[in-house]
């Protein structure tokens, strides 16, 4: 299991932006998968976004791409996630989860689901108001 922990959420007015940050002590995210995730109230948790490890690449789900970017920094040894254009429908806690790969299989793909990422932060609540 990865300790990790999440930062940059706060209150924000819609039509605003907020970056979140990921990281952890204890290993090397260059390593690992990583994926966004958030939960609204009274909703289930859904997948936001997600880099893997080994090139770099990012997808997105749903209606994210073109508002939402993740990125690498491997100098602070966190991903972010940059939100913009936000509305309130994005208030939600936000997660970030990650995976090391272990196979060639799972090296080159990355599941961006909840089922695909085996240690999780506690959260960082956004919240838009509008």
């Known amino acids: 299991q990865v300790q990790l922990v999440e930062s940059g959420g706060g209150l924000v007015q819609s039509g605003g932006s907020l970056r979140l940050s990921c990281t952890t002590s204890?290993?090397?995210?260059?390593?690992?998968?990583v994926g966004w995730f958030r939960q609204a109230p009274g909703k289930e948790r859904e997948a936001v976004s997600c880099?893997?490890?080994?090139?770099?690449?990012?997808y997105y789900k749903d209606s994210f791409e073109g508002r939402f970017t993740i990125a690498r920094d491997a100098s602070k040894n966190s991903v972010y996630l940059q939100m913009n254009a936000l509305t309130p429908e994005d208030t939600a806690v936000y997660y970030c989860?990650?995976?090391?790969?272990?196979?060639?299989?799972?090296?080159?793909?990355?599941?961006?689901?909840?089922?695909?990422?085996?240690?999780w932060g506690p959260g960082t609540q956004v919240t838009v108001s509008s």
């Open positions: 880099i893997d490890s080994e090139k770099g690449a990012t």
């Open positions: 989860a990650a995976v090391r790969p272990r196979t060639v299989m799972e090296k080159l793909v990355i599941v961006c689901e909840e089922s695909g990422f085996a240690s």
């Open positions: 204890t290993v090397s995210l260059d390593d690992y998968h």
